[in-house]
């Protein structure tokens, strides 16, 4: 509810209004009242009232000083005047400062009434509206990556720029030019990325940026043509914002400026092919120039793709999946109007991995959508990025069923072992042996799928069946070599260890 406060140096009047508006005002909770000016403005200074009701002829300081001095305290506390001067000058300097409502003493209590119901109901409309912007301006921070994203993917796979336009638009971005740069990272992305958008936004530039085909992809936007220097300011910038962070080895690209949105791809490659160069060193700023030697097309080395993105999938790991696509990608994308040979190497490379990992992997099946050729309908880069996500998500999912399936059999061989081998001399090295894989992965694979030791799974058999023998008329000592052990004091430890208790008191108790 509302907190109310009346200045009023007639004392009889200040608690006559003050009972008037305790009456017949339900919203105001909390009323205090005050003799003069500066006795408001010193409680303003300690808790700051909603509405105020003020004279204007008090003693020490008028009421129109006092309400320019609380005014300064908080804009937003809303003024109604109430005094016997009704010059027009008086009015004339209220509706300067913004008051309310102006009111003629005597007045009715029908009057202050309907001036406090008009006040309170224009402060709830804008309670309201403020509440709806901020929402608004939440959900617009929610969503802006994701604006951003598809505005970049619209930049560099667009036919046409009224899309890019209109998301420029919502985003409150106006461009007349803009250029591509671009920052390669080896770890934490999303803090490099805010990172420098927060710094350009501090500088008031407009800049969009996302993660993208496994590079940090930014176009830097103007409202007016930018000049050319701009490009070597802002990539020696990021280099330094970079250092100066603890970066190390991020290289940056810079395309170049162009005035058309349809052009912004150009720089998106130009780009890609300097960080795309031979010679490039860690940490190292490229500036696109036509008068260097630039590679406006890179030959692709699928194998060298293939043995990387073998390696990666048999990671279970979402986000480096992720960015293994974006790698991919990138490393794909030549030019703009390649879209069916980009089409053509990824069927090409995604038929390399499939085939390879079938020689390590031989009951994986080949992906109906690969064998199909589907990869050759499409007809834009986002969804040949869509594809090769979703294929190398099945192709990591087929590794992880093969590789569970593979363990258990492992597993139960090794338990069978066990069971039929553990009165002998057993141990992990002989049954790696057996079973034709290294003692380091076979313990690897027992503990992860039995959540045991070998040493455990074979003392806890050894034990099990030491208690049944212990129950029938067999000595201690027999059955420690029965069971696989070489010393009775060794096997009294272990029994005990295990079971709570020694194999006498065992047979003494008839169990423990």
């Not at 990992?357 to 109906?368: A, C, G, N, R, V």
Request: proline letters at 2%; a negative charge.
């Amino acid at each position: 509810m509302y907190r109310l406060m009346i200045v009023e140096d007639e004392p009889i009047e200040r608690e006559t209004l003050k009972l008037m508006i305790r009456s017949n005002c339900d919203d105001i909770t909390q009323i205090e009242d005050v003799a003069n000016g500066f006795e408001a403005i010193k409680k303003c200074q300690e808790r700051i009232p909603d509405i105020m009701i003020i004279d204007l002829n008090m003693p020490g300081i008028s009421g129109l000083d006092t309400i320019k001095e609380v005014q300064k305290i908080d804009n937003n506390i809303k003024i109604l005047i109430l005094s016997a001067y009704n010059r027009f000058e008086f009015a004339q300097e209220a509706i300067k400062l913004g008051v309310e409502d102006f009111l003629i003493k005597p007045a009715k209590i029908d009057d202050i009434r309907r001036a406090i119901g008009n006040i309170i109901e224009k402060m709830e409309v804008a309670t309201v509206q403020n509440r709806e912007n901020t929402t608004l301006a939440e959900r617009m921070e929610e969503i802006r990556p994701v604006l951003e994203r598809d505005c970049i993917y619209a930049i560099v796979y667009a036919k046409e720029s009224t899309g890019i336009s209109q998301m420029l638009e919502f985003l409150g971005v106006k461009v007349a030019s803009g250029f591509c740069f671009g920052v390669t990272y080896e770890k934490t992305p999303r803090m490099i990325l805010n990172m420098i958008k927060r710094s350009f936004k501090e500088m008031g530039l407009l800049c969009i940026g996302e993660q993208f085909h496994n590079m940090l992809v930014f176009f830097m936007l103007d409202e007016k043509v930018i000049e050319e220097r701009r490009r070597e300011e802002i990539g020696r910038f990021v280099q330094m914002l970079l250092e100066e962070r603890g970066y190390q080895g991020n290289n940056i690209g810079v395309g170049k400026i162009y005035e058309h949105y349809e052009d912004f791809f150009q720089s998106y490659t130009e780009v890609i092919s300097v960080l795309k160069g031979d010679s490039i060193v860690e940490g190292e700023f490229r500036l696109y120039s036509e008068n260097k030697m630039q590679k406006a097309e890179q030959q692709v080395d699928l194998d060298k793709l293939c043995r990387h993105t073998i390696e990666a999938l048999k990671e279970e790991n979402e986000q480096k999946l992720k960015d293994l696509t974006g790698w991919i990608m990138g490393q794909l994308i030549q030019d703009k109007d390649s879209m069916s040979k980009i089409g053509g190497l990824l069927h090409q490379f995604m038929t390399m991995v499939f085939l390879k990992l079938q020689t390590s992997y031989p009951d994986i099946e080949l992906p109906e959508a690969l064998f199909a050729g589907q990869i050759l309908k499409l007809d834009n880069l986002r969804e040949l990025d869509n594809y090769c996500y979703m294929q190398l998500r099945m192709l990591q999912q087929s590794i992880v069923n093969y590789r569970k399936l593979n363990h258990n059999l492992i597993t139960d061989r090794a338990l069978h072992c066990i069971n039929e081998q553990y009165a002998g001399d057993i141990n992990l090295n002989s049954v790696s042996k057996d079973l034709g894989i290294s003692v380091f992965y076979l313990s690897k694979i027992i503990k992860k799928n039995t959540g045991k030791n070998f040493t455990d799974i074979l003392a806890e058999k050894r034990l099990d069946e030491a208690s049944k023998l212990l129950k029938e008329n067999k000595s201690i000592k027999e059955v420690t070599y029965m069971v696989g052990f070489n010393s009775q004091n060794y096997f009294t430890k272990v029994f005990k260890k295990y079971i709570g208790c020694t194999p006498r008191e065992y047979r003494q108790r008839g169990g423990c």
